[in-house]
């Protein structure tokens, strides 16, 4: 059965600190999706990035950072001189091939960037 | 395009109403599910759906039912309402190509407060 955990619940920074939010999964299938997305104050759900499972190279997108490894199963995201702005929730999801690709999430991390 | 819409925004009911969450996109998405989303638990998936006559259950389907008529709609249905149904309810859908990556776009929630 699939599974996500974030276990880190909330994290507090202050501006221009890096940060690093933990996703660990579980999952039987070879064939697979890991997802990241990010629900600021306002309510929506935005996505963030997508690897499937195949692809274990990591990826840099402005102060955005993932870093995928199938031997610990994690795909953790680091977000590097944190702004205000970047004050949300964080979620981790995976889709994977048995079961039609239906995507299970983690409970989220909560993140405070402090002015 | 309009994306994934959601109807309504806002809904109080009393405990034993019915009611219908509306979910429609434009993007000729296959695939599309229903999650709610509950503090400190994530997103829970309830129903979801791969393609039109096609539904199946989610991690907590109880107390809801879903159709899929047509490609472009998703209703979910709370046939007798109970306090524990108050939640954020979002409808998501994705396209099945290997361009879309199975990558779920989100609509902007319907929050439900059952008294």
């Known amino acids: 059965a699939q599974k996500v955990t974030q276990a880190q619940t909330e994290i507090s920074v202050v501006e221009k600190e890096d940060v690093t939010l933990d996703c660990v999964y579980e999952?039987?299938?070879?064939?697979?999706?890991l997802f990241w997305y990010k629900q600021p104050p306002s309510g929506e759900l935005v996505f963030l990035i997508r690897r499937n499972s195949f692809d274990e190279q990591n990826e840099i997108s402005g102060r955005y950072s993932w870093n995928f490894q199938k031997s610990t199963s994690s795909f953790n995201f680091t977000i590097t001189a944190s702004q205000v702005v970047d004050s949300a929730v964080y979620f981790c999801a995976l889709s994977e091939a048995n079961g039609g690709f239906k995507t299970i999430f983690g409970a989220g991390t909560r993140l405070f960037v402090k002015a | 395009n309009a994306g994934v819409t959601q109807t309504p925004k806002f809904q109080v009911l009393k405990t034993g109403q019915s009611m219908t969450l509306q979910c429609a996109q434009d993007m000729n998405h296959e695939y599309m599910s229903w999650y709610r989303q509950d503090p400190g638990m994530g997103l829970r998936l309830i129903h979801y759906?791969?393609?039109?006559?096609?539904?199946d259950q989610g991690e907590v389907p109880n107390g809801y039912n879903v159709s899929r008529s047509t490609t472009e709609d998703f209703p979910l249905r709370l046939l007798s309402a109970a306090p524990s149904q108050t939640s954020v309810y979002f409808c998501a859908s994705r396209g099945e190509d290997r361009l879309s990556s199975r990558t779920q776009y989100f609509g902007p929630g319907t929050r439900l407060l059952v008294l």
């Open positions: 759906s791969v393609g039109a006559g096609i539904t």
């Open positions: 999952t039987r299938d070879t064939t697979y999706y």
